[in-house]
């Protein structure tokens, strides 16, 4: 009895992860679901704008606290980047090439992060990295040439690839600017710099789609909209905040580690509904996670994978404050 009470505090933030990293990876379907119900731009809102009131609610119980200053300021910027340009490639991916490809592609950040950090920085790439980044664009360039002709125009489909990756290259960026600002500044809290992304995000995406397709577009009265946004919002969002208290009591290489599951999740999910991908697709899937996990082995504490939400935690050398 004692022994297993004495368990508990183990296993319990294992569940948190393992709870925030299930709803993460299913919730790519979603996503497809409400891009058929409204253009992406609005599908993008509607995922960042609901997530607002829930990640500034959570702050006082994650230990976190707004950015000011120069904080502030790079919090907005990487918003812009990070949250708002990366929703709405998403989203337009999405609804061209789906979402199992989508959910692989746009995880690819720390490939493009690696060379970046080699040509701007003079990062020298570990074995690991020698190998796996080769392996993940190899990955990538078949997945992408083993669809041409196939279920997907070929517009849908080089235009689906190219939201993705430029959204891909998008948190890249950003996630090399929050590593530039973490080497200024002793503590940088994400779970604070998080919620202003959203903020800046949701207060930019909504309002510019209903002013861009106002409200004919979309299928307000559809049940598969609302269901899907409130998984793509506040259950998203609830996510987040499971994985940052997650946190609070498990090292941030071991909690990172668990996400690279998101998307092998994602697609697990699509086979699930009946839309699985051929066996030369999935072989290139499978490279490609495995040349990101390569990649971001040794750096994995926070130059994680997007596709969670949340994951610009994962910046390299950025560390997560906690109480």
Do not use: C
Not at 196 to 206: E, M, N, P, R, S
Not at 239 to 263: E, G
Not at 269 to 278: C, D, K, L, M, S
């Amino acid at each position: 009895m004692g022994r297993a009470a004495m368990s508990l505090p183990a296993v319990g933030p294992f569940v948190l992860l393992g709870a925030a990293v299930l709803m993460w990876g299913i919730g790519w379907w979603p996503i497809a679901v409400a891009s058929s119900h409204a253009p992406p731009l609005t599908v993008a809102g509607l995922r960042t704008a609901p997530a607002i009131p829930i990640l500034l609610l959570a702050l006082p119980l994650l230990g976190g606290r707004i950015p000011r200053g120069r904080l502030l300021f790079w919090a907005v910027i990487t918003g812009l980047i990070m949250v708002a340009f990366f929703q709405f490639g998403l989203t337009e991916a999405i609804s061209r090439i789906g979402a199992g490809n989508t959910a692989v592609l746009v995880n690819t950040p720390p490939l493009m992060v690696a060379v970046l950090a080699w040509i701007l920085l003079s990062e020298r790439l570990t074995p690991r990295g020698l190998v796996g980044l080769p392996l993940g664009f190899a990955g990538v360039a078949l997945m992408v040439s083993a669809q041409l002709g196939g279920s997907f125009s070929r517009t849908a489909l080089l235009s689906g690839v190219a939201f993705a990756l430029t959204a891909a290259l998008g948190w890249a960026l950003g996630t090399m600017l929050l590593r530039h600002v973490a080497q200024r500044h002793d503590d940088v809290d994400m779970a604070g710099i998080t919620a202003v992304q959203y903020v800046v995000a949701g207060g930019l995406l909504f309002p510019l789609a209903l002013a861009l397709n106002g409200f004919d577009d979309t299928d307000w009265s559809s049940a598969e909209l609302w269901v899907s946004v409130v998984w793509i919002g506040p259950v998203a969002a609830l996510a987040t905040i499971l994985f940052f208290a997650s946190l609070k009591q498990l090292p941030a290489a071991r909690a990172s580690a668990w996400l690279f599951l998101i998307p092998t999740i994602a697609i697990l999910t699509e086979i699930v509904r009946g839309n699985p991908p051929a066996g030369v697709v999935l072989l290139g899937m499978g490279l490609t996670i495995l040349g990101v996990a390569l990649v971001n082995a040794p750096h994995v504490a926070l130059a994680g994978m997007p596709g969670a939400v949340l994951g610009w935690m994962r910046a390299g050398s950025i560390r997560v404050r906690s109480r």
